[in-house]
């Protein structure tokens, strides 16, 4: 192959044709500063003019078209070429034709309020000082590109039937709307809805994010702020019960325990698949018994901490 050229593997499926999908193989040539949607539009216009894929600003900003670099999801309008990439579309979201996904479904899950026929709420907003202000555009600088939806482990597990998971990108604009509202106790329900709690914490959306925002972060906050209210959904209520009460009967987290406290002993049978490869893999944690080194402190300040919450008048 020359050396001013280069291969390209791209994930082809057309519904229409094709059984599954398959990837076919591309010589492009390389120019100076390339990025991954010059070889799209190359090819599209020269060679594969039935190419499915998006792309509108090329600038970063309008988050059409993202897809997948091997395993790496990007922004194919500042995701720089390399030899022998493999193109994907982004995992996890059903696939229309070669690289464009369906985003209806997980579009829909940005507006609670559609379901009812009511618009968004209208309250009054409150001023932000300098630093709220730079926290808030923190939040709400998201693209829609998806990609934090695509490698969200917690959205693909609860996709379909259960309990319901809106995902980080729905989470953290309900973030930024509930931290510039003077009342944000309506957005924070609509969050509710959304069972922030079974949010995973892996972080894989705040690492995967290309405008560097931080998805993760404002989950958490977000059920931070539903904890304090009460307003936390029977999931995440179960989860602390039980932590609590691991860590006060031996000052360690009893895991075993509460996956059943969480899901009933019927229901934890599902993960037994998953116990099993983390036992084959020496992830598995060991079982414990007796009381952990220093547990008497960790106890007391955990009784104390009970104790002031139960004081709480809210």
Request: with cysteine.
């Amino acid at each position: 192959m020359p050396a001013n050229t280069f291969n390209v593997f791209i994930q082809r499926y057309d519904p229409d044709r094709d059984t599954v999908p398959h990837f076919v193989a591309y010589k492009v040539p390389r120019q100076d500063g390339m990025v991954v949607a010059d070889v799209l539009q190359y090819l599209y216009e020269t060679e594969t003019p039935d190419l499915g894929f998006l792309w509108e600003c090329r600038t970063r900003r309008c988050g059409t078209c993202a897809v997948r670099v091997g395993d790496r999801p990007v922004l194919t309008c500042s995701e720089p070429v390399c030899d022998d990439m493999r193109l994907l579309p982004l995992e996890g979201i059903p696939v229309v034709r070669d690289l464009i996904v369906d985003r209806q479904e997980l579009e829909e899950r940005l507006a609670p309020w559609a379901n009812n026929g009511a618009g968004p709420l209208q309250e009054a907003r409150v001023l932000l000082d300098s630093e709220e202000i730079a926290q808030y555009r923190s939040l709400s600088e998201c693209i829609d590109c998806f990609i934090c939806d695509s490698v969200c482990p917690a959205l693909h597990e609860n996709a379909k039937g259960g309990t319901q998971f809106s995902g980080p990108r729905r989470l953290i604009r309900l973030e930024a709307q509930a931290q510039r509202r003077a009342e944000p106790l309506p957005w924070l329900r609509y969050a509710a809805l959304g069972n922030p709690s079974l949010c995973t914490r892996c972080f894989a959306c705040t690492e995967a994010c290309p405008r560097e925002l931080r998805p993760a972060e404002a989950i958490g906050s977000l059920t931070k702020k539903l904890f304090e209210r009460h307003e936390l959904d029977a999931h995440k209520t179960s989860h602390i019960n039980s932590f609590v009460r691991s860590i006060l009967r031996g000052a360690w987290l009893d895991e075993f325990r509460l996956l059943v406290d969480i899901y009933g002993a019927v229901r934890v049978a599902k993960f037994v698949p998953q116990a099993l490869r983390m036992l084959r893999r020496g992830k598995l944690p060991r079982p414990h018994f007796g009381q952990a080194e220093q547990g008497q402190n960790i106890q007391t300040m955990l009784r104390g901490l009970e104790k002031n919450r139960s004081r709480d008048p809210r």
